[in-house]
């Protein structure tokens, strides 16, 4: 079964530090990762996917398969980064995005 | 349109009243999704439309849930009977093919009270 863990629920840091939130899955075939936002009063949006390996308003993630891992890190948080963050993932299949529970990432001044 | 669009925005119901929520999904996207999103309980799957085929709807958690996808576009999520644990965002989101991602619409804000 698909299983995606975000074990933070929340996470602080200060503006110029840098950031890392986890994501673990667990899936037996190969996976597409995902990592979604959603900002305060905003709709959910798409930041990251595995396959594009691009860097979004300073966020990277890598698909780590031995550690089963898809870490979204950011070497220097800035206020604005402060939102809701999901990690999901598919199946090659395309089927049924599964998300984690989500981390909350509050960057102070 | 220009995204997925979610009718109502906010609907306050009545325990053991049905309800319908509605999503427009981006014209020419053939996945369709609902999730629902519970304070503190991230997104939960709901049901999965792709093309004609038959839908996934492992998700749905009681058979007073169900869902409807007409001509391939508009889809319909039908809660019977509702109840205060059915308080929660319904999210709809569509998608174009594998790898894309999926764009989400703004919600359903449901009360049930």
């Known amino acids: 079964a698909q299983r995606v863990t975000q074990p933070e629920k929340l996470l602080s840091v200060f503006k110029g530090a840098p950031v890392e939130l986890k994501c673990n899955y667990s899936y037996s075939g190969s996976p597409e990762l995902f990592w979604y936002v959603q900002y305060s009063r905003q709709r959910l949006q798409l930041l990251l996917r595995?396959?594009s390996r691009e860097s979004i308003k300073g966020f990277t993630a890598d698909l780590n398969k031995g550690e089963t891992s898809f870490h979204l890190k950011k070497p220097f948080a800035q206020e604005e980064d402060s939102a809701m963050y999901y990690c999901?993932?598919?199946?090659?299949?395309?089927?049924?995005?599964?998300f984690g529970t989500g981390t909350r990432l509050l960057v102070s001044p | 349109g220009a995204g997925v669009s979610q009718s109502p925005s906010n609907k306050v119901t009545e325990k053991g009243k049905d309800v319908e929520l509605r999503c427009d999904p981006i014209?020419?996207?053939?996945?369709l999704y609902w999730y629902r999103q519970s304070l503190g309980q991230g997104l939960e799957f709901l049901i999965y439309?792709?093309?004609?085929?038959?839908?996934?709807k492992s998700g749905l958690p009681s058979d007073r849930f169900s869902a409807e996808r007409t001509g391939g576009s508009v889809s319909t999520l039908t809660i019977q009977r509702t109840q205060q644990e059915d308080s929660a965002v319904y999210l709809c989101?569509?998608?174009?093919?594998?790898?894309?991602?999926?764009?989400f619409g703004s919600g359903t804000r449901l009360t049930v009270v």
């Open positions: 989101a569509s998608g174009a093919g594998q790898g894309y991602g999926y764009t």
């Open positions: 595995h396959i």
């Open positions: 014209s020419g996207h053939t996945a």
């Open positions: 999901a993932l598919s199946n090659t299949g395309f089927q049924k995005l599964v």
């Open positions: 439309f792709q093309g004609n085929s038959a839908p996934d």
